[in-house]
C-alpha cells in the first residue's frame, strides 16, 4: 500500500523528467553547423585557368594599375606638349573715363585725349631646351615601369588564386575522407556499445570508440570550416558577392602532374624575364636619364614668341603707340651657378653607380635563389608523392583493421591506433599538396611563366 502510494507519487514526476528535451553535443553541433550554413541565390563553375582569368578581369588592383599606366601616358604627353607651340588670344576693352593727358613739348602744352579702346591680342610661343627632351625619355621609362607592376600584380594575383583554389580542392577531399571515416567509427561504437550493454565486451571499449568518434567529429567539423573560408577567400579573390556559390570544376589530378613539375623544373632562368630584375634594368635606365637631366641644366634654352594685336579706337586722336606685330626670339644661357650644376650632376653619377651595384648584386643572388627554388620543388614534389600513397595505405589499413574489429580479430586499441594514423596521414597530406603548390607557384612567377 504505501509502495503503490510513493509510486503514485512520483510517478507523474519521473515521466515528467524523462519528457523534458535535452540537448545533446550532437544536436549542438547539428544547430551549430546549420547556422554557419551560408545560403546561396547562384551558382558559379569555374576551372583553374577560367578562375584566374575571371579575378584578373574583375580585379580592382589590376584596374588601377591599368589607370596609372594611362596616367603617366598623359604626363609624358603634358611633358611633350611643353615644347611644342602654344597659341593664346585674348580680348580687352579699355575705357578712360574722359581722361586726357597734357604733354609739355616745345615750350607748350599739348592735350592728349586717351580714347576707349578694344584690343585683340593673339600670341605664338615656343620653347625648347636639353631638359625637356630628356624628361619626355623619363615619362617612356615611367611607363614601362608601370607596365612590369601591372603585370607583377596580375602573376600575384594568378597566383593567389591558384593557391586558394588548390586549397579548396584538397579539403574538399580531405572533408570526404573523413566523413566516411566518422561513419564507420560510429558504426563501430554504436555496435561495440551494444555488445557492452548485454556483457560481450568491456566498457572501455565503447568508451573508447565514443571518444575517437568524437575526436574525428571535431576534425571533420575543422576542416569543414577551413573549406569553407577557402571558398570565402577566393570568392574575395573573384570579386564575387556573398549569395554566388562556387563551384570548381578542376581536380587535384588534373593540376598537379609530373609533367606540370617536370616543365617548371626543366624551365631556365633568364634574368630579363623576372619582374623585379627588369624594375631595376629600368631603375638603372632612370638613372642615367637623371645623369643627362642634371648635365642639360648647363644646356642653353631657345625661345622663340609672336604676338598679333588689332586695336580699335573709338574717338579719333589719342596716341597709338601698340605695335600690331610683335617677334621676339630669346636664347638663355647658364653661366655660373657658384658649383650647383656641379654638384647636382655627381649626385645623380653616384645615384646611378649605386643602382647598378644593385642590379648586379640582384642577378648574382637571382641565380642562387633560383637553385633554391628548384630544390624545394623538387622536395616538395617527392614529398606530396609519398603522403599520397601513404594516405592511400593508412585508408586501406584503417578498412582492413575495422573489418577485423567486427569479425573480432582485432582490438580496440589496435583500431584506434588506425584511426590516429589516418588522421596524421590526412593532416600531413594536406600540408604536403599545399607546400607543392606553394613551391610551384613560386618557381613559376620567379620564371615569368604564365
Partial sequence: MIGALFVCLLGPQTISAQQTP????????????????????????????????????????????????????????????????????????TDYLGYSATMSMMGSEVKITMPNVAAFNLTAGVGVNGQGVIGVLLNDIAIEMQDINREKTEDEL??????????????????????????????????????????????????????????????????????????????????????????LTSTLDQILNADEVLATLLSPFQPDNNHDYRLLEKNVELAHKNVDMAAWAYGPTLSLAYQYTYQHYFQEGGMRMTPPNLLQVTLKVPIFSSGKRAAAVVEKRLALQEAQNTLDETKDNLSILYRNLRYTLANAYETY??????????????????NKYNWGAASSLELTNASNDLITAQSTYVNAVLNLVNAQVELDNFLNNK
Fill in 22 to 93: 535535452t540537448t545533446s553535443p550532437d544536436n549542438i553541433e547539428q544547430r551549430l553547423q546549420e547556422a554557419l550554413q551560408p545560403q546561396y541565390n547562384s551558382t558559379l563553375s569555374l576551372s583553374l585557368a577560367e578562375a584566374q582569368q575571371y579575378a584578373i578581369r574583375q580585379n580592382r588592383s589590376l584596374q588601377n594599375a591599368s589607370l596609372a599606366i594611362k596616367e603617366a601616358r598623359a604626363q609624358r604627353w603634358q611633358t611633350i606638349a611643353s615644347m611644342l607651340p602654344s597659341l593664346d588670344a585674348s580680348g580687352t576693352y
Fill in 158 to 247: 594568378r597566383a593567389s588564386v591558384t593557391k586558394t583554389y588548390m586549397s579548396a580542392l584538397v579539403l574538399e577531399d580531405i572533408v570526404q575522407l573523413m566523413d566516411s571515416s566518422l561513419k564507420n567509427v560510429q558504426k563501430l561504437a554504436s555496435q561495440t556499445q551494444t555488445m557492452a550493454d548485454v556483457g560481450a565486451v568491456e566498457q572501455t571499449q565503447a568508451d573508447q570508440l565514443h571518444v575517437r568518434a568524437n575526436q574525428l567529429r571535431n576534425n571533420l567539423s575543422a576542416n569543414e570550416r577551413n573549406l569553407q573560408m577557402a571558398y570565402n577567400t577566393l570568392a574575395v579573390l573573384l570579386d564575387i558577392n556573398a549569395e554566388t556559390q562556387l563551384h
Fill in 385 to 402: 608523392m609519398t603522403e599520397k600513397e601513404n594516405i592511400d595505405v593508412t585508408q586501406r589499413v584503417f578498412a582492413q583493421t575495422t
